[in-house]
Structures are given as C-alpha cells and as structure tokens.
C-alpha cells in the first residue's frame, strides 16, 4: 500500500473540515491532508442557483440516507438529505443563515462542556460570517432597525445576504404580524436571540446572488497554499492505530482512491468530519464503539464506548400550504412551465436577480407553545411534563436522557425560549408528502405560501449504525421520530398555531379567503387533527446531529470538551456528530462556529497560538 505522512488527515472536506483546513493551514510549518468521498462541484449551475436546492437531492452530491420506517409517522421512509462533495451539505442546503439561541449554548455548557457557553462560543459564530449592507430605508419595514447597533463588525469568510428579494412584502407582512402578536425579535437575533420573528440572512453572495459555501468561502481563497491538499473522491475506510500500546492510538487513516487502497500517516492527529450519520459508522469499523454491535460484524474492539451511534436528533418539519393572492411572486411561477424556467435562469445568471436566486425562505420566528404560557394550558404543560419525565437510574443511557429533560422542561416553562421554530416558504414545497398518497404534489396553477412548524428541542433521540464491516455499505439510520410523547404533545400544538398565524393580519390579508389550503387534511382544527396531519405530512429538516456528542463519557458522551475521543490519543471529532443539543433552528451555523472554535483548540494543545 502506498503510505505518505502529513501532521493533521482529516476524514471529510465538508463544512467543518474545509474550515479546519483552512485554519490549521495558517500555520505554514504544518502539513494538513483532506480526504473527501464526493467530488468539487463548485462551478456547476445546479450548485451556484439558490433556487435550485431540491432539485440536487437524490442526485449524485447527496448521500441519499433514507431511515428505517417511523412508525410514528406513518411508517413512512424519510429521506434525510447530505451532501456528498467538496463543501459538504453546504452545497446543497436551503442556504438558511440563522442563529442559536442564547439559552441553548448555555444548556451545552450546563451538559458538561466547558468553554462552550454563549460568551465562549458566541464569537466564533460571528468570526465565520460578514454582514450585508442593507439600506436605511429597508431597516424599519424589514425589522432589523436595531441589527447594526447590536452587532459587532464581522469580516468572515461567508458574505451572507438577506435571503431573495429584501422588498419582498413577505418580510413586513411577517414582521407587522408578529408585532401584534408581541412576538417581535426587536434586537439582533446574532447578538442575543431569545423568542420572536426576525427575517433571515442567507448563504447567499450579497452581489452575485449565487451559493455561498465551505468550498467557495474557506478552501478556493486558500488552495494555493503548499502546505495543503484536498484529495477528492477518496473514501475513509478505517483509522489505524499503533501497535503495542497500552492505550489506542491513531496514527492514520486507510482509504480507497482510483481503484486503489492507501494508507496515510498523521504524526500530530486523525480528525473526522464526515458528518452525524456517517462518523459513527467510520468509529465503529475501526473498532470503536459498543462492543456488542461490533462482535456482530467481526471487528475487534479497540475502545468500547457505547455512546458512538447513539442520541440521534434531527428537528422534524411539518407546513401547511395555503394559496396566495396573486400579487405575491413565487418560485411557483418558474415551476409551471420550461419558459418561465428558462428566463428565471437566465434572469438570474445575467443580472443575479429572479425567483431562482433564492430558496424562497425568508422569514423565520422562534416561539414557545402560546396556550401553554398561562390558566388552564399552563397546567396541562406541567402534567404532561411529569406524566413523561424519565426514571431514574445510574445506567449512561439514563443519565443523558434526565439531563436532556431537565433542559427542556426549562425551556417549555419559559415564555422567552423557544420549543417551536417556524418559517415562511414562498412557493409550492414540493419535497413533503401530499397525505393519503405519499408522493409530493405535483405544481399546480395557484401561487402558494407555505408556514412551516419545526419542532425546535425534540426530546425523541435515534441511533445510526453500521449493518456490515463493508464500508460501502449504507448505515442503518432510525431517528425514532416523535417516540417520546412530549415530542408529538408539542409539535402538535406548534402545528396547530400555524392557522393562528394565517389567521392574523396582515399576513391574511394577501392569502385567499376563505384560507384555501394544499390539502383537506390540512384543515387542522384540534390537536388530534394536527396529530394525524403530522404523522402523514411531517419530513426531516436535514439537521442530524449529536451521535457522537460532546457530553461526559458516563452520560454517552463520545467526545470531551476538547473534542478528542474519550479513551483514545490523537483523535478527534469535529462536525455536527459532536452537537450535544441542537439550536432551535437550521444547523448550518453552528456547524461552522463549532468548526471555528475546534481549530482554535487544536492550535492551543500543539501550542501554534
């Protein structure tokens, strides 16, 4: 086998580990490999176009991870989308931009890590972007009067914008609405967000009006440097260890390019970024992992660490479409015919503006169950909470699932942190199921806004895990959406209060009245009816996280507060496997702040600061 040595290998050129490239590339003296399965797609028009991001899903930049039937949505079969190329999912994401909430990093902190709270981490998530420019007569309409006073500068590497047009009359409609609900982000959501509606930033070049990720932003403005090299179409079969060790050492990587097997040494560190569902699966076939699951496939154990695989979240979606009146532009519009197509693209190729230089995602909200704040609801939360609050017992699984509920119990209780996450999507979503025949629906003439429910703190937790000592071979993804009752109890009512929302104006003023919905299904009236909407309707948001989570080891925890592997030297995790609890809303940021914050860990231990 052909072996060749560099001080850092990293296992992933996706979003977190074209960041660490680029950081520990800075120091000129140390050699720094990347090894990414997926290809550089950097310069393709389906990558570039914002409004293309659907149309890559199942294609050849995504994994194509599909779960084992949910048996609590319908035994369905849901896809749970990955980018498979240089860039990573940052490639063919929604481009959302949008902060976590204070209260959540702090809860990272409170499960155990330390230097992981908002003052800590809060800046690396500023470090990795730079601010658009918006215009002082949009600030008001938009609700981002405040943004520039209550943000530092930022000069990162991702340009963000707001996400499509910024006079779009969604953005004030969403803004007005909430206001007269009270539930206004009147500050910057990036210098404390807590509840409220805000309008989004996208990852999206403010001037070109084409995808801003990993590849463009932290590896082209560095890929000159001699010190750094990108190997695409490389795929990561195991870590190897050292011989004769009292205690497991990495010491390289063994991956397959060209037909060929290799192995290359890494003299300082083994750092894996392949990803929530797919760094499990390289632990486990290297030998590390509960001992009882690799028995079953021949692997010798090498550390047994039964938390690898384990506490899968992912935030569940479920939106109602309604049908719009016909001032409202939308990507539905470019859907009805290759024409009209046709002029967007080229629209947006020429002059980088049309419906296609978006993912129509424009507006977001982060909010806590309304009826749940006060009288009657209010003690409907608290039996529910401790109808369903976990037993006590000593075991690692045990111990983890009381902290989580500690958290959210928290987080339900109070008025200023979000349990639910909502968001507007101008157009037809075409990825969610139509209920009753579980294919999407296919366009249709009318123009169309959908409201979005996420469940932003699910307690319901998964697992992902080899099926075979074959690398090649696809993990067994289980989510277990909605297995915990409070989960289904929450998302449920943050469905229902999507009709209050469309409800209230004057965002009703530009949806056809009476409200005209996608589906007959859709006309939720009572929670049972939200109930049997979600299990027929509801999909991924693509967001999986924490299957080898930054916790203490005797909670299930994969990775210490340092990132490195519990019982293992010279190995370390970085990508949103480590998330201990997802933010509330989309996972992109915090994938790059996570990332941003590890090189600066790393550089400290090997004293490069």
């Known amino acids: 086998m052909e072996t060749e040595s560099f001080d850092f290998v990293i296992a992933g050129g996706g979003t977190a580990g074209l960041v660490l490239a680029n950081r520990l590339s800075e120091v000129g003296h140390l050699r720094i490999l990347v090894l990414e399965a997926g290809l550089d797609h950097s310069d393709e028009p389906r990558v570039k176009t914002p409004g293309l991001y659907s149309a890559l899903f199942g294609t050849d930049i995504d994994w194509g991870f599909m779960t084992v039937p949910q048996e609590n949505l319908d035994g369905r079969n849901i896809s749970v989308n990955q980018g498979k190329a240089l860039g990573g999912s940052s490639v063919i994401n929604a481009q959302v931009y949008i902060p976590p909430t204070k209260a959540i990093l702090e809860a990272w902190a409170e499960l155990g890590n330390d230097g992981w709270d908002w003052d800590t981490i809060g800046p690396y998530y500023q470090k990795a972007f730079t601010l658009p420019q918006v215009p002082e007569e949009l600030r008001r309409p938009l609700g981002i009067d405040n943004w520039i006073s209550d943000h ?155 938390g690898v695989g384990e506490n899968l979240q992912d935030h569940i979606v479920c939106d109602i479409r309604y049908d719009a009146k016909d001032e409202m532009g939308a990507l539905e519009d470019v859907r009805r015919s290759a024409g009209a197509a046709e002029q967007s693209m080229q629209s947006s190729l020429r002059s980088h503006n049309g419906l296609v230089s978006s993912s129509g995602i424009l507006t977001y ?102 099926v075979s000592n074959d690398p090649t071979k696809a993990p067994e993804v289980d989510p277990k959406y909605l297995s915990n009752p409070l989960d289904m109890e929450i998302f449920a009512q943050h469905t229902l209060y999507i009709e209050s929302i469309a409800n209230s104006a004057p965002l009703s003023n530009v949806l056809k009245q009476p409200l005209q919905r996608s589906s007959p299904l859709a006309h939720v009236t009572d929670l049972d009816a939200a109930k049997r909407y979600i299990k027929s309707r509801a999909i991924s948001m693509w967001h999986p996280a924490g299957t080898c989570a930054m916790l203490p080891e005797n909670a299930g925890g994969v990775v210490d507060a340092s990132l490195r592997v519990y019982g293992v030297d010279n190995l370390r995790i970085v990508d949103s496997s480590v998330v201990p609890l997802l933010p509330p809303g989309n996972l992109q940021s915090t994938v790059y702040a996570v990332a941003e914050r590890a090189a600066d860990i790393i550089k400290e231990a090997h004293g490069f600061t």
Do not use: C
Not at 373 to 392: C, F, M, Q, T, Y
């Open 152 to 306: 530092p500068s930022t000069s990162g590497p991702l340009a963000l914008s707001l996400a499509g047009n910024p006079t779009h009359p969604i953005r004030e409609l969403w803004v007005e609405t909430f206001k007269r609900k009270g539930y206004l982000m009147e500050g910057g959501p990036w210098a404390d967000a807590s509840v409220g509606a805000f309008s989004i930033l996208a990852s999206v070049d403010p001037a070109k009006r084409e995808r801003v990720h990993a590849a463009g932003a932290y590896y082209s403005p560095v890929k000159h440097r001699g010190n750094l090299q990108v190997l695409v179409g490389a795929n990561v079969n195991k870590i190897i260890f050292a011989d004769g060790q009292n205690r497991p050492k990495a010491i390289g990587l063994q991956y397959t390019h060209g037909g060929k097997t290799k192995i290359v040494n890494a003299r300082k560190e083994v750092i894996l970024a392949v990803g929530a569902l797919k760094s499990p699966g390289l632990l486990e076939l290297s030998g590390i992992g509960n001992g009882n699951i690799l028995k079953q496939y021949g692997i010798e154990t090498i550390k047994d660490l039964p």
């Open 365 to 466: 909200a982060y909010l806590p169950v309304v009826d749940f704040l006060a009288g009657e609801g209010r003690k409907k939360l608290i039996k529910l909470i401790d109808e369903n609050r976990p037993s006590v017992s000593t075991e690692s699984d045990s111990v983890r699932a009381r902290a989580y509920y500690d958290i959210a119990e928290k987080t339900l209780l109070d008025p200023n942190k979000p349990s639910g996450a909502y968001l507007t999507a101008i157009g037809q979503q075409s990825v969610a199921p139509e209920p009753g025949i579980r294919l999407p629906t296919p366009p249709q003439i009318e123009k169309h806004i959908a409201i979005v429910a996420i469940l932003a703190q699910p307690l319901s937790r998964g697992i992902v895990h080899i």
